[in-house]
């Protein structure tokens, strides 16, 4: 089996004017690609964890291995938390736990923001459900990824260099604005059924 | 240039050692009641913005020093500042975190520019003497130098720092990478190579080795081997 790259659910320039089609022409391409190929150069070895599903291997797998399946997976959430649809106010099961959470939208959209904006170094910046029930925000370093420690994904922010320097350059706070513009609250709904 | 022997900062004593001797901060002491704190500011690069051209961007030289290090001189005067205003250990605990982050990012940087030269300059070349001796010595070649140094920087996954460092412990020339802005601190810092992407992101996107194989051209090898002769006399 062969690891495959899942499709971009848009064309390269859907995001446009909020992320450009450069960025998602490199940042697809060259980078979610680049992991997806890696991937496979180390599954050709025939290794044990071949053919094992992404989740599987961010659970059981660490190092290179682990870089490799989170970062594929990491970037395949971060495609579907965008939408050229997206941006506004949530609706539906999500504005419920966000208000529930953090008091409101606003109050989350800070605190969000400033998760994201704040992370030193590479990394993401994640809404997760937790087992309780309840909406967090949490930031993972590098290739991290939330369902490690058990939390369901809800949406997530990528804020490593690359995914914002063609458009903002260092400005990243100015790219988790932008980010607002483009949030996809229905696929943060079909991440809490 | 004053070192601080007590208060809250007397932990972070070393790095800021390292630090001093890096960055020849002008160092302003506050007659507050609790410890002095430093005010850095941004070092002049040594060059043109576009003294590095063709292998590292002007656009880049001029976002780097001007946006991305002195976002971390200012970021570590607020951390600083409010260290030594924090009243529990706990509150200081909190802020240790953007001390790291933003000190190390300025120390780094300040390293940085100076073991960067000008495209052509003199001090690019490696020419013969105690230091390339001691690579030759260290790795077999500066070839092999070079690979090894370049791979285990690539290799890095996410932001972080690549470097040649002298280990005083065994008195030798070792390959050695920090994450983040992480300083180093278990070497002597000959030489540094930064990975993060907005290094070099403009130029040369997802292609490390690239970038990389570029920064060779680039390297003030005259700085290292100062630095090479310092860190043996201090021995």
């Known amino acids: 089996m062969t690891y495959e790259l899942p499709p971009l659910p848009y064309a390269k320039n859907a995001l446009a004017p909020h992320l450009s089609e450069e960025t998602l022409n490199f940042h697809y391409e060259k980078h979610h690609r680049g992991y997806v190929n890696k991937l496979n150069q180390l599954a050709a070895e025939k290794p044990a964890w071949a053919g094992k599903s992404y989740e599987e291997l961010i659970k059981t797998e660490s190092g290179v291995v682990f870089n490799q399946a989170a970062q594929i997976w990491n970037h395949t959430f971060y495609w579907k938390s965008l939408s050229p649809n997206g941006g506004g106010a949530p609706t539906g099961k999500v504005a419920e736990l966000i208000n529930e959470a953090f008091g409101s939208f606003d109050a989350f959209k800070e605190k969000f923001s400033a998760a994201a904006s704040g992370h030193f170094g590479s990394g993401w910046a994640w809404l997760v459900r937790d087992d309780n029930n309840k909406l967090q925000i949490v930031s993972t370093h590098d290739a991290g990824n939330p369902i490690k420690d058990g939390h369901i994904p809800v949406l997530t922010c990528d804020v490593w260099e690359h995914a914002y320097y063609i458009d903002f350059r260092n400005d990243r706070p100015k790219y988790i604005a932008t980010w607002w513009n483009l949030v996809n609250w229905e696929f943060a709904n079909s991440n809490l059924k | ?235």
């Open chain 2, 1 to 235: 240039v004053s070192t601080q022997s007590t208060g809250p900062l007397h932990g972070y004593h070393t790095m800021f050692a390292i630090a001093r001797s890096a960055l020849r901060a002008p160092v302003r002491r506050t007659f507050a009641a609790s410890a002095s704190a430093s005010v850095h500011t941004l070092p002049d690069l040594p060059y043109d913005y576009n003294a590095l051209e063709p292998h590292i961007s002007a656009e880049i030289m001029t976002l780097h020093h001007k946006k991305h290090h002195q976002t971390y001189v200012t970021g570590l005067n607020a951390a600083e500042e409010a260290y030594v205003k924090a009243p529990t250990p706990k509150e200081r605990i909190a802020l240790q975190a953007a001390v790291k982050f933003n000190g190390g990012g300025h120390i780094n940087h300040s390293l940085f520019w100076k073991n960067l030269a000008p495209t052509g300059s003199p001090e690019t070349k490696l020419s013969g003497g105690e230091f390339k001796e001691a690579i030759e010595k260290a790795f077999g070649s500066v070839d092999a130098f070079k690979k090894e140094l370049n791979t285990k920087t690539a290799a890095i996954q996410g932001s972080g720092w690549g470097w040649l460092g002298y280990n005083k412990a065994t008195k030798s020339l070792e390959i050695v990478t920090t994450a983040n802005q992480d300083p180093l601190l278990s070497h002597v810092p000959i030489i540094g190579i930064d990975i993060w992407e907005h290094a070099f992101y403009l130029q040369y996107k997802n292609v490390k080795p690239d970038y990389l194989n570029a920064i060779w051209n680039v390297l003030n090898f005259k700085e290292a081997a100062a630095r090479y002769k310092e860190a043996r006399s201090s021995s």
